[in-house]
């Protein structure tokens, strides 16, 4: 089980990531782009949710290339990663922090950094 704490702790790891608030919640984010935060469930969320179970504990959205890159990461990642309608449409997926693996988690990261850091930067950790 990974925390909130953890993924700060991996976010600040890569090259001039930040930390800061969305919505009143933790995020990270490179050059101004928010590439993971927490991503509690809103009323609406629940409510679409029906009677189906809705996932428990914390829940950390993270940032993808593209929508391609969003369905391949949702299938090789069934049991820790999922989305809701809320993000239909949108490269970002959900991660379930109580069932993700750290590397899973830190590759999730890492893609998310790279979908959102400049170019230069990316070419640049690459090359370190």
């Known amino acids: ?3 909130v704490d953890e993924v700060a702790l991996l976010a600040s ?3 001039e990531a930040s930390e800061g ?3 009143g919640n933790r995020s990270w984010s490179v050059a101004g782009k928010a590439f ?3 991503r509690p469930f809103s009323k609406a ?3 679409r949710f029906g009677e189906a179970f809705a996932p428990d504990g914390p829940i950390l959205a993270v ?3 593209d929508l391609a ?3 391949a990461v949702l299938a090789e990642n069934p049991h820790g990663f999922f989305t809701i309608p809320h993000f239909d449409g ?3 997926v959900l991660v379930r922090l109580d069932l993700v693996t750290s590397t899973a988690l830190r590759e999730a990261l890492l893609d998310g950094w790279l979908a959102c850091a400049p170019r230069a930067l990316a070419d640049r950790y690459f090359k370190s």
């Open 13 to 15: 790891e890569l090259p």
């Open 36 to 38: 993971a935060w927490e």
């Open 63 to 65: 940032r993808v290339l």
């Open 90 to 92: 949108y490269p970002a």
């Open 69 to 71: 890159d969003k369905e």
């Open 45 to 47: 969320d629940l409510r």
């Open 1 to 3: 089980m990974m925390t």
């Open 21 to 23: 608030e969305r919505y």
